[in-house]
């Protein structure tokens, strides 16, 4: 009996330990894929930090590392490039596009989510759609709207303004999207409880929904920022003069200034790469927690 046993075991012991090296296998496929992806993705980010490090000779050579890293290329590439001012310019236009996206994306996020009104179906269905439109077939419809030539403008024109760099960019179809599903989420038994308390949408809203919605916000946040501070073609072409424009755009005009200085444009390019990267650190794990939270429900 026990003979009979031992050789029934065997085979099915074989073909576990087949399956076994197969899946080994495959892992070491799947983590050999992954590291070579990410060395693509790294390489330009490492080669960019490099030369900004390099002295104008080893750029030129094409030299791999700097033999002796120049710190001081960051502190000439901010002088001459003028960035102190864009950057100013990145940090104001970027904050108030911010405040105007958080507040249209909560509002209209929970509008779609937990009210009920006639035709809400239909109208978040055409208000998802506009997601389908590229950019730039907006372009000029928007330029027209901020030179006054459609409707009338407190000024006369937003051209070179303050708020032709941030209006625009204040409502955000995916944002709202987002913000929505997670909110659709939320039990409808914490809405009774409320309503017996005597809270209305507005104050459940503010008092319950925002402080379980950290993670959704924070993303929409995340998103929100990297598309502001990277804004580049729309502050080219609504701005004329270095009054309001961004450090994108300050980095594209000492491209022409700056010319083969290599190592000072990337040492540029480091400087704007920065404050994204300092968010995205900072926010990652709410970042991750809202886009597996919101799902798609609704």
Request: proline share 5%; charged share 10%.
């Amino acid at each position: 009996m026990d003979s009979s046993t031992a050789i029934i075991a065997a085979p099915k012991s074989q073909k576990e330990k087949e399956r076994s090296a197969l899946r080994v296998i495959g892992r070491l496929f799947l983590y050999l894929i992954l590291i070579f992806g990410a060395l693509i993705f790294i390489f330009p980010f490492f080669w960019m930090i490099s030369n900004s490090l390099m002295t104008l000779g080893e750029t030129i050579t094409r030299q791999f590392v700097p033999k002796v890293p120049q710190w001081i290329n960051y502190k000439d590439a901010w002088e001459q490039a003028n960035f102190s001012k864009y950057f100013l310019n990145s940090v104001l236009t970027t904050l108030g596009t911010l405040a105007g996206l958080l507040f249209t994306s909560i509002l209209a996020g929970y509008a779609f989510g937990r009210i009920d009104f006639k035709g809400k179906n239909l109208l978040f269905g055409v208000f998802l759609a506009t997601m389908m439109i590229p950019e730039s077939v907006t372009l000029i419809p928007n330029y027209m709207l901020i030179r006054g030539t459609i409707i009338p403008l407190p000024g006369g024109t937003w051209i070179n303004t303050y708020w032709a760099l941030t209006v625009p960019f204040m409502a955000n179809a995916f944002s709202i999207f987002l913000l929505r599903q997670f909110f659709a989420q939320i039990p409808i038994e914490l809405w009774d409880a409320a309503r017996i308390d005597g809270c209305d949408h507005l104050r459940f809203l503010i008092q319950i929904v925002l402080p379980i919605s950290k993670a959704p916000v924070m993303t929409v946040l995340l998103f929100g920022f990297t598309a502001a501070w990277n804004a580049f073609q729309w502050p080219l072409l609504v701005t004329t003069r270095d009054t309001w424009r961004p450090l994108m755009v300050g980095l594209y005009g000492f491209m022409q200034e700056a010319g083969p200085y290599t190592h000072w444009l990337m040492a540029g390019a480091v400087i704007t790469i920065i404050p994204i990267l300092i968010v995205y650190f900072l926010t990652q794990k709410q970042f991750t927690q809202g886009i597996a939270t919101t799902g798609l429900k609704g």
